[in-house]
């Protein structure tokens, strides 16, 4: 089999609101085709139009070449040796950001390609299968207000989901605030609810704020906090996740095994969460899991777009020996709620289940994909 085109399609919704941390409002779609007929489908959580240029651009010289160039002819079985010929292939444009964001899509493209052409879900190409369900827990943007925080709070606990992470939004503002949000989280999701928080790098670098945030949490019997500082504020991890007992969570702006490895071993984080659109596709994924749990730190991936980002993770998540949690993102946009024709529903114990069809086992809604286009 031979790779005959790599396309990159941006999507965007009609109206886009930039202020929030909602990235799920466009999306980047690649399509990886086949002289076989076999389509593989991936995306990439980054910024859509400097992507698509990237996948499209001609080659320059030896070590900023094209990516479709790069895969054009190629067997897209040979995932990991692709995986190399791109990222040497790309070494002057990035070796990390863009460059390993385009990588991630294009990664995810040739795995459905792969299980689409030997007749298995994902997971089973990726290692031993330990499980046909993933716990879920609900993503969502912190609100405002106390009052919004439980209602939302008690209505995904209705839903049945067993796990709740809020971020973004107001947090890092002001750290009195900050608590009484996360308190009136943990009132509303009861005792039998996990509740993460997500502080979306509100604290900047300042240490000392996050550690007295970090105590109220642990009081409060929050699960991690998540994302307190810049993602370059390796100092203040250090010594926010030496000093308090609550799980320290970060990585999802970290690619590649690298990058990961930067921020455990500076960093001192309890949880990494690679983001498989961004930090290097699938494969990546995997390198960073096993990079990870030789320093006794866990993985949960990072997940927000569309379904194809939840049905990637969730192969991830099937093969990790511990799957803590799947990210799932409850964003009512387009791009999340209906891109993918498999929507992956929260089933009854709070669970979602591993697809189980060949490849990734989601197809792209071509109605919902034409209609989203930015070039139709
Ligand atoms: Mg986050």
Redesign the pocket.
Known sequence: MKITDVEAIVLRQAAVDEGIADGSQDDLVILVSTDEGITGIGEVDSAPDVVAALVRQPASHAVAQSLRGTLIGRDPLDVEGLWDAMYRGLIYVGRRGIAIHAISGIDIALWDIKGKALGKPVCELLGTVRRDRVRAYASLLMPDTVEETSERVTGLREQGFTAIKL?WGPLGEDSAHDVQLATAAKEAAGPDVDVLI?A?LGYGDDARTAIGVARELEALGIGWL??PFLPDAYEAYAELADEVDIPIAAG?QDVTRWGIRELIERGHVDVV?PDVTRCGGITETLRIWELADERGVETVP?AWKSGIIKAASLHVNAVLPEARYQEYCVAETPINTTLTVQRLPLEADGCVAVPTAPGLGVELDEDVLASLRVDA
Do not use: S, T, V
């Open positions: 971020g997500d979306g998540e994302e999802e969460q990072h």
